[in-house]
């Protein structure tokens, strides 16, 4: 009989049961288009494999020291891998509820029972203790994979975040090398704009005594000295700028101000060259930790809306039981105390005045705004490969066009040398053409650094050695 009522009240329930209301999804972005925009490039294999510390291709210690101690250390880093943890804490939770939830409570009270109530005497004026102590069961049965939909739903909550930790450790260090790095030029250029001081002091020694002579007036002297007044303001101006430079190293990596007074001068034995692998095209969306957080991200809202979807279906609930309950604490543990029970309920909300559909449009609205932003940013990963390398071709074309300037300015620094060694004119000549010399290479560093930070736009562009596939099984 009572097997049967079980039976008969989940018929009715499905009978009454409320129907999922129809709802849109968007679609994501068709991956292959990506795929052929990227074969359009000319790909060749890397010539330098691109890693997670890609930094180390610049050969210099105290730039790796840096980095590393900035991913160690970083309190921004850490605040995200405790988000993290606390998603791997909400997985356990949800997991949790998998099992049956057991618990154990006891109790002993001491009570007067009145006398105009229900109990009759001696229950009714007497003064009695009351034992109690029971182990309860309670489990929720799990039709409609709501609860497995929660768990897939954190996992990849978790995974986002996991990816996030690995977006926000290579912008840390994308930041950190391009401040080294424009460091490094500008040291560089102190240096050339100091050879440009000593020639200009040697040509105002020329000067003076062209001056002393009569040959000159002061204001050809007064030019002289207010050039060099200029270079070196340049120089000034490029110092403090290294100031500015070593702090905001300071301020991103989380280090104290004291420790730029610890730094070197950099030593960058070498620039990079990346090219990229024939598989990019492939392999360009698993590589972009940007994109597998809104992968990720969108997948846990795909769950979500089937968390919502399954509120609208029924529902059991099991819950048992066994205890001992007694006024005699000498029959307390006996077979007479005994209150076993057993009870299954069932939950199906009928009428909740849109409640339920309301939930359902949220966790849509919010996967759908997911897979826009999803879509966004595999555009943008796309555009950003192709719109870096064109800028790479562009400027390896003016470095060219510099080199072969250069190459000028050096030949008629070695006429003005042998003019001035045959008789045909004093040293200034010679003095003005190794300055535009060097101020030509001043220009060519600005090129260079300019393509070097291209070059780290590259390996931003290219995910900065990430793998998805790393932080899907754990070895991030």
Partial sequence: MLYRNIISSIFCSFILIACVPKFDKIDKTDETKIINELNSLKLTDNKNELTTKWWELFNDEQLNSIITKALNESASLKSLEQRYEKANSIIKAVESENLPNISFESSITRERFSLNHIFPAPLGGGIFTGYHSATTLDYKFDFWNERKSRIKSAKNRAIAELALIEESRLNLALGITQLYLSWSFNEKKVEEFENIVHILN??????????????????????????????????????????????????????????????????????????????????????????????????????????????????????????????????????????????????????????????????????????????????????????????IEYKNLQLDMHEKELKTKKTNEHIENRKFEIGLNDKVPYFDSQINTLMNEILGLDLIESHTKLQLELIKALGGGFKEEDIKNGRS
């Avoid at 299954?344 to 897979?371: C, H, M, Q, T």
Wanted: charged fraction near 20%; glycine fraction near 4%; charge should be neutral.
């Fill in 202 to 391: 040697s040509e105002l020694d020329i000067m003076k005594q062209r001056y002393e002579s009569g040959l000159i007036d002061e204001v050809s002297l007064n030019n002289k000295k207010a050039q060099i007044f200029q270079v070196k303001n340049n120089i000034y101006s490029i110092q403090e700028i290294i100031k500015g430079q070593k702090a905001s190293m300071c301020i991103l990596g989380g280090f104290l101000p004291s420790y730029a007074e610890n730094m070197n001068k950099p030593k960058i034995s070498n620039t990079i060259n990346l090219t990229l692998a024939k598989e990019l095209p492939l392999n360009l969306l698993s590589q972009r930790a940007d994109v597998s957080i809104q992968k990720y991200i969108v997948l846990s809202n795909e769950q979500n809306i089937n968390i919502a979807s399954a509120k609208f279906y029924p529902n059991i609930n099991l819950s048992s039981l066994l205890g001992f309950t007694s006024f005699d604490s000498s029959k307390f543990l006996t077979k007479s105390s005994t209150v076993p029970s057993l009870g299954v309920a069932l939950d199906l909300p009928i009428f909740d005045w849109g409640k339920r559909e309301a939930n359902l449009d949220e966790k849509v609205i919010d996967y759908n705004s997911s897979v826009y932003e999803y879509n966004d940013i595999v555009n943008k990963a796309a555009n950003e490969v192709i719109g870096v390398l064109k800028k």
